[in-house]
């Protein structure tokens, strides 16, 4: 059967996420090939736990790496998440407004928070201005990386953390920016921390839909946000405002992506075995956690399929979009043409990888086609 070991993975990850005993693997599929499906799919805990479950199961010689990379994920998490809610203290009582995101709220809805990986912190805050953000981080023991560019700061602490404050959750310019704005007027107050907020379910919710669809239309998704799919539906299916979601969704054309991404999710986790198509699978099981590296994806998803086209699109970004990168544009756009040139000159000199993928990026009029046939089958418009 084509994807038998895929539907295996799903399977017993499944279990976990249902209470279950785990289901023995089908014959022929070996205890290797599900873990090295959860590692790219940077569901590693969830995945050793479960196989680890399985009696009488054929471990194989790399079992010993397997619970090593186990062990070291939730050393991470515990560390992350220690260090997380340390720092949430630490700002709000330096009158940083904080808002918690994806992530570091939706690992403590799993059976284990381990079970969820996390590569970033994430964080919505408000009150203080960038700069004064940094200052107070680099007082707890951080280093800036990044200030001022794009949606977030972002701050590195040794061994483990990577800190992303979102001063908003999308662009200015997002299709998406009207049910994602406001978002500390919607929060509800902590009831012990002064200054700390916390999302509503449905808009919890509505957030990792719209994030969804940004990966979705860049590079694609993997398997671990389909995970967050399901728990969230899971844990809420009772309360949620399913007429705030839908009515929300609607009104950014995410209604039909969101469907089908929660029928998707029931049909990998669900209790029921269900079949999915093979161009679902392949969407979903091609690449890691956000799809794979795909330069032209974003480009043709909205029809185009010229080199030359696709060559200025990524050259010359349109100024609301390089305003993101060089913040000093809003108040002199005079300098675009000058913005350009410094990210030509900077993508030559340090970042040839992105030249090279653009180089060899398949923008063919047939692979167009079957971009805008998969965004289409997944309710996206252009």
């Not at 700002?91 to 403590?108: A, D, Q, R």
């Not at 079970?115 to 940094?134: I, N």
């Not at 809003?330 to 030249?355: E, S, T």
Request: hydrophobic share 35%.
């Amino acid at each position: 059967m084509k994807y038998e070991k895929e539907y295996a993975f799903l399977g017993i990850v499944g279990d976990v996420l249902n209470g279950k005993a785990v289901r023995p693997l089908p014959e022929g599929v070996t205890a290797d090939e599900i873990f090295t499906i959860g590692s790219k799919q940077d569901m590693a805990p969830i995945t050793f736990c479960a196989l680890n479950s399985i009696k009488n199961l054929e471990k194989g010689s790399s079992w010993m790496e397997y619970q090593k990379r186990f062990l070291s994920d939730c050393a991470r998490s515990e560390v992350q998440m220690s260090e997380y809610k340390n720092l949430v203290k630490y700002l709000c009582e330096n009158g940083v407004k904080v808002l918690p995101l994806k992530g570091c709220v939706i690992k403590e809805l799993y059976p284990s928070p381990s079970f969820r990986v996390m590569s970033d912190v994430d964080l919505l805050y408000d009150g203080v201005t960038p700069q004064e953000l940094a200052e107070l981080m680099e007082k707890a023991g951080y280093s800036t990386e990044n200030l001022e560019s794009g949606c977030h700061e972002v701050f590195h602490k040794k061994p483990c953390m990577n800190i992303e404050p979102h001063r908003k959750l999308v662009t200015d310019d997002s299709p998406y920016k009207s049910v994602l704005q406001d978002m500390f007027a919607k929060a509800i107050p902590d009831e012990k921390i002064s200054n700390l907020y916390h999302m509503k379910p449905e808009d919890l919710y509505i957030h990792v839909i719209v994030h969804a669809a940004k990966h979705f239309k860049s590079s694609g998704l993997g398997i671990r946000p389909m995970g967050d799919i399901y728990v969230l539906n899971q844990t809420y299916k009772d309360s949620f405002d399913r007429k705030y979601i839908n009515e929300s969704l609607a009104s950014v054309g995410l209604s039909k992506f969101e469907e089908k991404l929660r029928t998707l999710a029931y049909a990998f986790f669900g209790e029921e075995e269900a079949k999915v198509s093979d161009e679902d699978m392949e969407v979903f099981f091609q690449g890691s956690t956000y799809g794979k590296s795909d330069a032209g994806r974003d480009y043709m998803s909205k029809g185009g399929n010229s080199r030359i086209a696709f060559f200025l699109h990524r050259t010359f970004y349109p100024y609301s979009g390089m305003c993101e990168m060089f913040p000093i544009l809003r108040k002199w756009p005079v300098l675009l043409p000058f913005a350009w040139g410094y990210r030509i000159i900077d993508v030559l000199l340090h970042r040839r990888k992105n030249l090279k993928m653009v180089a060899t990026a398949d923008v063919s009029k047939g692979n167009s086609e079957r971009i805008l046939k998969t965004m289409q089958n997944f309710g996206l418009e252009r």
